[in-house]
């Protein structure tokens, strides 16, 4: 299945789900799927991919071998679900605050082996 149709499908699952954006590792956006203005999403997944980075430095300073596995960002307006893809490339799942997280975290986890298969 296309990474756009994935990723659609992905917004389409989760309840509360504003957009996603599938983004490299310098936070340009490959692609995305959008409830929300596209140009604010992909603002954001740039954003994010800045604290991702800085995140897995500071992983390695401290030794972590598994590095940055998930992360959450929880602000008034929303919340933002970040999982890496691999190196190159991480998704960022956005929400309303309200969205129910497991089911955010589960959609987004099984959107990871299919758009693997499809990037690489």
């Not at 389409?12 to 490299?24: M, T, Y």
């Not at 800045?50 to 972590?64: N, V």
Request: glycine share 8%; charged share 30%; net charge negative.
């Amino acid at each position: 299945m296309p990474i756009k149709r994935q990723l659609e499908a992905l917004v389409e699952r989760v309840p509360g789900a504003k957009g996603v954006v599938l983004a490299d590792w310098e936070g340009e956006t490959v692609d995305c799927a959008t409830r929300m203005d596209e140009y604010e999403l992909k603002v954001l997944g740039a954003h994010i991919g800045i604290i991702l980075t800085r995140l897995r430095q500071a992983m390695e300073r401290l030794k972590d071998e598994q590095g940055v596995n998930e992360l959450t960002i929880v602000t008034e307006l929303g919340r933002s679900v970040v999982t890496p893809l691999s190196e190159d490339y991480f998704l960022v799942l956005v929400t309303e605050r309200n969205a129910p997280l497991g089911r955010s975290l589960s959609e987004l986890r099984r959107s990871q082996g299919a758009l693997c298969r499809e990037i690489f």
